[in-house]
């Protein structure tokens, strides 16, 4: 089975730019998360999505940050403008109920590096 | 809200030995989910072994286990008979019981390496 998938992998791009990251995931998984990861910060939780409606969406930073969900199998997270201090790996992750128990799969992480 | 701490930020192990690897968290809570994940340098996001905190036996996976001390809220992870595959960051992550809260809250994480 494929796992969760992310595009691009690695993404370098200047200062002010529009950065658009993607995420494919599990068939079958109606929870989606967005992460980041920075060595200040470690692992923060951006926003989620159940059945592609946005849950909870208190850890975005600001409002450059949109993410959505347009379909079951299709996420993006937006950056306009970026910045440096954007600069972090994320994290696309997806599980298949609410349940707590339920493990969520990540996928390999966008490096996103603003120069 | 509920927050999970990782004190140590580097941990050695040598090959073949065992290595515990501390973690702490907090929350007014009586019932909720304690993880493990993996990083290797790859980035990938592993799930090691998951402890429901209902339950008073340790979970354990092969050469994986954890000491789960709810009074205390500790939740340390051991690894038995080190691989040097095990090298890595590790994670300790918290979840809710609660319904359509799903978030998981990670501590910083740990850094092992493992000695040939």
């Known amino acids: 089975d494929a796992g969760v998938i992310q595009s691009p992998r690695h993404e370098v791009t200047e200062m002010g730019q529009e950065v658009t990251l993607r995420c494919k995931p599990i068939?079958?998984?109606?929870?989606l998360f967005w992460y980041r990861q920075t060595m200040m910060r470690g692992l923060e939780l951006l926003i989620y999505f159940n059945n592609n409606v946005p849950i909870d969406d208190s850890g975005m930073p600001e409002d450059r940050f949109s993410a959505k969900m347009p379909n079951a199998s299709f996420s993006t997270l937006k950056i306009q403008p970026s910045e440096p201090r954007d600069s972090a790996v994320y994290f696309c992750a997806s599980s298949w109920s609410a349940g707590p128990n339920q493990p969520q799969h990540f996928g390999d992480g966008t490096r996103l590096s603003i120069l | 809200a509920q927050t999970v701490t990782q004190s140590q930020p580097e941990m050695s192990v040598q090959e073949a030995e065992t290595v515990t690897l501390s973690c702490t968290y907090d929350?007014?809570?009586?019932?909720?989910?304690l993880f493990w994940y993996k990083q290797p340098p790859s980035r990938q996001m592993i799930l090691v072994i998951r402890q429901e905190a209902y339950k008073q036996q340790n979970a354990t996976e092969n050469r994986f286990s954890v000491n789960f001390q709810k009074a205390a809220k500790s939740f340390s992870l051991k690894i038995s008979d080190s691989q040097l595959g095990d090298a890595a960051m590790y994670f300790c992550a918290y979840r809710s019981e609660g319904g359509a809260n799903s978030k998981l809250t990670f501590g910083k994480g740990i850094t092992l390496s493992v000695r040939p």
């Open positions: 068939s079958g998984h109606d929870y």
């Open positions: 929350t007014s809570e009586s019932d909720y989910y």
